[in-house]
């Protein structure tokens, strides 16, 4: 291809199903040409402004749903475990976050260890606002109470990578980012002097679901779509560890839903993409 050639682009990973909805080309775009907008199957796939575009084929280069760079696996390093020092089973010691976290609460009890250690000024997670929009919002947390309102999984397409515009290079040293496997592929897709640096806790994964997921949880409370604030994937008040699926009204309420139904869904609403996923583990990341 000729320099005078119109570079490959995003656009033609999301025409093959292979968008990870991770938002990498968001940040990478020097135009700010890329959103992330909502299908109507549910799946959150990068959109290009083709006004904006100049077609220097950033995004496709810092794409994860494509490629992964080489040389991120060395070699005879087994890809689906990675490089392994150590491994420990715990929980968060605090039991605020112990009650209010996924299964163990280890993420954001490392976070506010490290906050108060004075080793990062902060972090970069998702928590999911309570405001009925039951869409997810990466934010930068630099508080132990923002921390405490990301805890839970979202088990939906999360565009994590999208909010690294924000965070310029003096900052990268002392941030720490908690995200899935496809969001560390496309950090590590990323040019160097914009990847190196963060602390990386990586979440294992088995997969996400669309949005439509959410749909039919709420589908199954008997509640109207309108009157649900948030839902909340693994509710340790609802049938205990690890809970049932719980969906909050706007009188407060929590309705329950039998975790064998979200187990449902799991077969259901899984994106395209998720099926050829290799890394369960979070190999790229450091914890």
């Known amino acids: 291809m000729s320099p005078s050639q119109p570079k ?23 135009q700010q040409a890329i959103t992330m907008t909502e299908s109507p199957g549910g799946l959150l796939l990068a959109e290009i402004d083709e006004s ?14 494509d490629h992964l760079t080489e040389g991120s696996l060395r070699a005879g390093e087994d890809p689906f475990v990675g ?10 010691s605090d039991s605020r976050i112990l009650q209010s976290g ?18 990062i000024d902060r ?17 930068v ?5 923002e921390l405490l309102s990301t805890q839970g999984s979202k088990y939906c397409p999360v565009a994590l990578n999208s909010i690294l515009r924000y965070i310029s290079k003096v900052q990268i040293s002392r941030t720490a980012i908690v995200g899935l496997a496809c969001h560390f592929h496309g950090l590590r897709n990323m040019p160097q002097n914009r990847a190196d ?39 340790k008040s609802l049938g205990g560890w690890p809970g049932d699926v719980g969906i909050l009204d706007t009188s407060g309420n929590i309705i329950r839903v039998k ?11 899984t994106p395209p993409r998720c099926y050829l996923c290799f890394d369960k583990m979070n190999v790229l990341a450091d914890i």
């Open 102 to 119: 996924q299964s163990g609460g280890i993420a954001t009890a490392l976070l506010s260890y490290l906050m108060d250690m004075g080793q």
């Open 197 to 235: 640096g963060f602390i990386k806790i990586g979440l294992i994964c088995e997969r996400v679901m669309t949005f439509c997921a959410m749909d039919f949880l709420i589908l199954k409370s008997d509640k109207p779509r309108h009157d649900v604030v948030s839902i909340r994937y693994k509710d």
């Open 259 to 269: 975790q064998s139904i979200r187990h449902w869904c799991k077969g259901r609403f």
């Open 141 to 145: 947390a630099t508080t132990p109470s």
């Open 83 to 92: 490089p392994v020092i150590a491994a420990y089973c715990g929980q968060a």
């Open 123 to 139: 972090a970069i997670v998702t928590r999911m606002p309570q405001d009925g929009l039951l869409r997810p919002q990466s934010i």
């Open 8 to 30: 490959r682009t995003i656009n033609s990973v999301v025409a093959q199903h292979l968008c990870l909805s991770c938002g990498t080309c968001v940040s990478i775009c020097p």
């Open 52 to 65: 904006s575009c100049n077609e220097c084929g950033l995004c496709y280069r810092v794409c994860p749903g």
